[in-house]
């Protein structure tokens, strides 16, 4: 906790709010997406979208466009979502993790790190950065890798202060983003080093090896987000004209992606074929 106070992220515009609707925008932004590139958008989001009730009644096709150059757009749709649940429930965000789980889109982790971060909820927050420092420094091992959820969670809620949950939560993730990075950690300035059992260890290397990820223009990840992208662009377009966007090897896949963007509700089809995002009136 000295370290934190001293070498901690505090500048973070989401850390200078207790907003619960301001929180959650910017832990949907973060996730699998790094600090430097959600800045700009988290900022430009609140401005358009200042309100959980702003979002939730804005068309869901401007929602989609805003979020690109984030990844993974399904997040904008569950973002949206999320909110539109809490204001047709009356519009007071939930404060307890349990119920915070039963809005769309909102998962173990968004759920422990709203309660957290936004109402000094007593919640063990374990996202990649803090399941990484406990996996050393408690558990001995180089990386989550190889470490089950269960224990990762188990040993977070074990180590929870009585006061000052959200700065320890912070402190934690803080040191595993700033020192006990996942490549090159900083053991010799770690303020934990003295009682850390990977250290203690001997700096054994990675029980499980790194799985080769795929070619990233060959996964359908690639060709769902070119699709969404186009229609950033233009209003409606065919399924040939999709054709045209995409690599052959996805030809054959084309009609599962479009399936599945339309049952997660990116994706709406006119009455004369064609596609278009949803919220928008072109035909």
């Known amino acids: 906790m000295r370290w934190y106070r001293a070498s901690g992220r505090h500048e973070l515009p989401w850390r200078l709010t207790r907003d619960p609707y301001a929180i959650l925008v910017s832990e949907v932004m973060l996730q699998q997406t790094p600090v430097e590139r959600v800045l700009p958008y988290y900022v430009a989001w609140l401005e358009r979208w200042p309100t959980n009730a702003s979002l939730a009644q804005a068309p869901t096709a401007e929602v989609i466009r805003a979020w690109g150059g984030l990844g993974y757009n399904r997040r904008a749709v569950g973002l949206q979502r999320a909110s539109a649940a809490i204001e047709l429930a009356g519009g007071a965000f939930p404060r307890e993790v349990n119920a915070l789980l039963s809005l769309p889109g909102v998962g173990p982790y968004t759920a422990s790190a709203i309660a957290s971060f936004a109402f000094e909820r007593r919640a063990a927050v374990a996202d990649t950065n803090i399941a990484r420092v406990l996996a050393r420094v408690v558990l001995g091992a180089a990386a989550q ?139």
């Open 145 to 283: 890798r190889g470490v089950s959820a269960f224990l990762v969670t188990a040993t977070a809620e074990c180590l929870l202060p009585v006061r000052n949950v959200r700065d320890h939560n912070l402190a934690l993730m803080d040191l595993g983003a700033l020192v006990c990075t996942a490549r090159r950690p900083a053991c010799g300035a770690c303020p934990v080093r003295s009682v850390c059992a990977w250290r203690a260890a001997g700096y054994p290397a990675a029980t499980v090896p790194a799985r080769p990820s795929p070619r990233f223009d060959g996964t359908a990840r690639f060709a769902r987000g070119r699709i969404i992208d186009a229609l950033r662009r233009l209003e409606t377009l065919s399924t040939e004209e999709f054709l045209e966007l995409l690599p052959e090897e996805h030809h054959a896949r084309l009609g599962a992606y479009l399936a599945s963007l339309e049952r997660e509700g990116m994706l709406v089809q006119t009455a004369n074929g064609r596609w278009r995002l949803p919220g928008t009136t072109a035909g």
